[in-house]
Nanobody, 117 residues
């Protein structure tokens, strides 16, 4: 059973940067696509970035050019990262990682990112 633990969230000023990490307790090597999702207050959870085992990436328009997703494909290291630059107040949300499409049992507690104006 895979468990995903997100970390790296913090309070940051607009224009700042953060790097989120997602550590998997089990192997995610065989999962074709991993993604970062976020849920802002009062809004539905949305997928903001994904990466395949082949390294292909895709982003929601609102974060293109500012966020970069990466993963460690080594079999003994199961980590997915999200580098977030030029943060905006509208990026404020709880950020989660999961497979794409998501697997219900894989949702972790997320990590809170708060961007002040």
């Amino acid at each position: 059973q895979v468990q995903l633990v997100e970390s790296g969230g913090a309070l940051v000023q607009a224009g700042g940067s953060l790097r989120l990490s997602c550590a998997a307790s089990g192997s995610i090597f065989s999962i074709n696509a991993m993604g970062w999702y976020r849920q802002a207050p009062g809004k539905q959870r949305e997928l903001v970035a994904l990466i395949t085992t082949g390294g292909s990436t895709n982003y929601v328009d609102s974060v293109k050019g500012r966020f970069t997703i990466s993963r460690d494909n080594a079999k003994n290291t199961n980590t997915v990262y999200l580098q977030m630059n030029s943060l905006k107040p509208e990026d404020t949300a709880v950020y989660y990682c999961n497979a794409v499409p998501f697997i219900v049992d894989y949702w972790g507690k997320g990590t809170l990112v708060t961007v002040s104006s």
